[in-house]
């Protein structure tokens, strides 16, 4: 009996570990807005330029969401291969030049507006493991065909990441395009980009922005 209460409980544990690790990191579009009055589209090459104050993380993030956006007939450009100092992303005249030297006919701008931790308690759960052998089963009482198998609760930690990215048309410099997004317990800095960049991609696509 003790052989199958530790097999119920490694299988029960492997359950809950494949259930966390499944729900653990997620990112969603929470609102999205397109200008129905534009028709300019659908771009062709798009300047990727981040507002994060981390150098390294911003130069990941345009290099990453820039890869993830070039498909098909769409490339993606990284800010930070025609902009070199991070002071300069504050200035129009350095911005522009980028544009006209990308040679960009739209420019996407992510910001990252904040990075929240918050605990979160998890309370505990009874699972029912069914036992066999002589005087369980069908002629044995309820209560003693089940032995029962108590997970105790814990603290956990969550990290909720959100982001605000708009796109502009280069000829007019217009907003044609806007959306937030939130991570929830991203498993790390790449998969927040590649989730927004997948979920941008298909909004911007459904707006007539992209082929």
Not at 50 to 65: G, L, N, P, S
Not at 160 to 183: F, H, N, P
Not at 194 to 204: G, P, R
């Amino acid at each position: 009996m003790k052989i199958q209460k530790i097999m119920f409980k490694l299988i029960l544990t492997t359950v809950m570990i494949f259930g966390i690790m499944a729900c653990a990191s997620s990112t969603k579009l929470v609102n999205d807005w397109s200008d129905p009055a534009f028709k300019g589209g659908p771009f062709n090459r798009i300047l990727v330029l981040a507002v994060i104050k981390d150098d390294i993380k911003r130069r990941a993030y345009e290099q990453t969401f820039a890869e993830r956006i070039t498909r098909n007939k769409v490339t993606g450009i990284a800010g930070n291969t025609l902009i070199e100092n991070d002071e300069d992303y504050g200035s129009k005249p350095k911005i522009l030049e980028a544009v006209k030297k990308s040679g960009a006919d739209a420019v996407l701008l992510a910001h990252l507006i904040s990075v929240k931790k918050k605990e979160r308690e998890v309370p505990g759960r009874v699972d029912y493991m069914p036992t066999f052998g002589p005087g369980y089963g069908y002629y044995g009482y309820y209560g003693r065909a089940y032995d029962t198998v108590y997970t105790p609760g814990y603290i956990t930690e969550d990290t909720i990441v959100k982001l605000e990215t708009t796109v502009y048309d280069s000829k007019t410099e217009k907003m044609v395009w806007a959306g937030g997004t939130r991570s929830f317990n991203p498993g790390s800095a790449k998969k927040v980009v590649t989730e927004n960049a997948d979920l941008i991609v298909s909004s911007m696509e459904k707006a007539g922005l992209l082929p």
